[in-house]
């Protein structure tokens, strides 16, 4: 169990760019999330998938933001024509979970674009 | 919104208990609470959570108030890599919704030699 991965660890951008995040999570972990941490603040939700399915995405999710999770396995958040306030600490975190159980997200380390 | 109330930050000594707080009096039958922590830098960790009694871990103990609308996380002889900002956070056990995580600003800790 290595843990979930994030690639890249960190990504500096113009504006107007296109960015792609990858998220590997634990393998066994049919959950995944994605968050959005600014400076100072806690993490906001963006987005879950339960397996391939994309069940919920959060007023905060634009249009110019997407993600896939096409096998239930890794996922990418991708950003379209970035601004400058999307810079920010993008977090993925999975957890395994049934119809009779939750449990605890595990996160990764984090994506920090810079958007200049 | 976070449906819970935490003091900003806090100081604790090398070595004796740190103890924080967290108020959530709006907390529903039918929910959660979890701590997190993230240190700087890397994504957050979670510690434990409870529904109404009183857990243990071997990170950390959870004392739930009788009614629920508090609780404090115990970290009974903390380090300085305990040195955090902590996260309590109410969660939705059932009916299943998904099980996002809805963070406030967290209480952050500094653990002082």
């Known amino acids: 169990d290595t843990g979930v991965s994030q690639n890249p660890r960190h990504k500096i951008t113009k504006r107007g760019q296109n960015v792609t995040f990858r998220c590997d999570p634990i393998s066994e972990h049919n959950r995944l999330y994605w968050y959005r941490q600014t400076l100072g603040q806690g993490p906001e939700f963006l987005t879950y998938f339960q397996n391939e399915a994309q069940l919920e995405k959060s007023r905060l999710l634009s249009d110019r933001f997407s993600a896939e999770r096409p096998k239930g396995s890794f996922s990418t958040l991708e950003i379209q024509r970035t601004e400058q306030g999307d810079s920010a600490m993008y977090l993925c975190?999975?957890?395994?979970?049934?119809?009779?159980?939750?449990?605890?997200?595990?996160f990764g380390p984090g994506t920090r674009l810079t958007v200049l | 919104d976070a449906k819970t109330t935490q003091p900003p930050s806090m100081d604790c000594a090398e070595g004796r208990a740190a103890n924080l707080p967290c108020n959530h009096s709006t907390i529903s039958g039918n929910e959660y609470v979890y701590w997190y922590r993230q240190i700087h830098s890397q994504g957050p960790q979670y510690i434990i959570h409870g529904l109404k009694n009183n857990e243990t871990n071997e990170m950390a103990s959870l004392i739930i108030t009788e009614d629920r609308k508090s609780s404090t996380l115990i970290l009974p002889h903390a380090t300085l890599r305990d040195t955090a900002v902590y996260y309590c956070?109410?969660?939705?056990?059932?009916?299943?919704?998904?099980?996002?995580?809805?963070f406030g600003q967290g209480t952050e800790l500094s653990v002082k030699p």
């Open positions: 975190a999975s957890s395994y979970s049934s119809s009779s159980s939750y449990n605890e997200q595990f």
């Open positions: 956070i109410v969660r939705v056990a059932w009916p299943d919704q998904g099980g996002k995580l809805i």
